[in-house]
């Protein structure tokens, strides 16, 4: 079946610009996590949804960064005003919620490649 | 909260000789481990994974790893590489006892492996 996709693949942008990133997870998937691998930081969560709630968002860096899902499936994280240090590829991963906590497997899509100039 | 250490950034090695990636973690709570496996140009894959039960978990690949409690650590291991196996590795927990599977990752191994 089909993976977690996302997109755009690569992105760049002016500073102060805005960017939407997309996710679509793998159907069925109720899990939503999105998470940032950067040079300097590695990979680092950012947030994580159930169904289209959000009961984790304690790695979204500031208040530009927001995320959103609608109808249990698609997610838009959007950057407001970007800034040079949010250079980074932004991955999203979903997976089942079956077990109990923290033992599912993520599913990770390919990533955006995110240049802000 | 949850840490996890990397200890080695680069790895090379030369086919058919046997590779050590290791890590280290610490937590105040009992945790789940993953090894995800990170191809050029692909996305991270699951290589695999420690919930409970034996400390000795394996791979489809010949990867295999070891959980031990006393040392804090979940170090993966092949007995002989192969060309193919270069990647960058990232070592993973999740913390036991909640409702969520969010990951902390170590830095990543990257392994190459020279003919």
């Known amino acids: 079946g089909a993976g977690v996709s996302q997109s755009p693949s690569n992105k760049v942008t002016e500073k102060g610009k805005d960017v939407e990133l997309r996710c679509d997870p793998i159907s069925g998937h109720t899990a939503l996590y999105w998470y940032r691998q950067s040079l300097g930081q590695g990979l680092e969560f950012l947030i994580y949804?159930?169904?289209?709630?959000?009961?984790?968002k304690s790695g979204l860096p500031s208040d530009r960064f927001s995320a959103e899902r609608t109808g249990g499936s698609v997610s838009t994280l959007t950057i407001q005003r970007t800034q040079q240090e949010d250079s980074a590829v932004y991955l999203c991963?979903?997976?089942?919620?079956?077990?109990?906590?923290?033992?599912?497997?993520?599913?990770f899509g390919p990533g955006t490649r995110l240049l802000v100039l | 909260a949850q840490s996890v250490t990397q200890l080695d950034s680069q790895v090379p090695v030369f086919e058919e000789a046997p590779v050590e990636l290791r890590c280290n973690y610490s937590s105040s709570v009992s945790v789940y481990l993953f090894w995800y496996v990170q191809y050029p140009n692909q996305g991270l894959q699951l290589l695999l994974k420690?919930?409970?039960?034996?400390?000795l978990v394996e791979s489809i690949n010949g990867f295999e790893a070891e959980f031990n409690k006393s040392q804090t650590s979940f170090h993966l291991r092949k007995p002989s590489v192969h060309i193919s196996d270069t990647a960058e590795y990232f070592c993973a927990v999740s913390a036991g006892g909640t409702s969520y599977g969010k990951l902390t990752f170590g830095q990543g191994t990257i392994l190459t492996v020279h003919p």
């Open positions: 949804f159930q169904g289209n709630s959000a009961p984790d």
């Open positions: 420690y919930l409970s039960g034996s400390t």
């Open positions: 991963a979903s997976s089942l919620e079956r077990l109990a906590g923290g033992q599912e497997t993520q599913y």
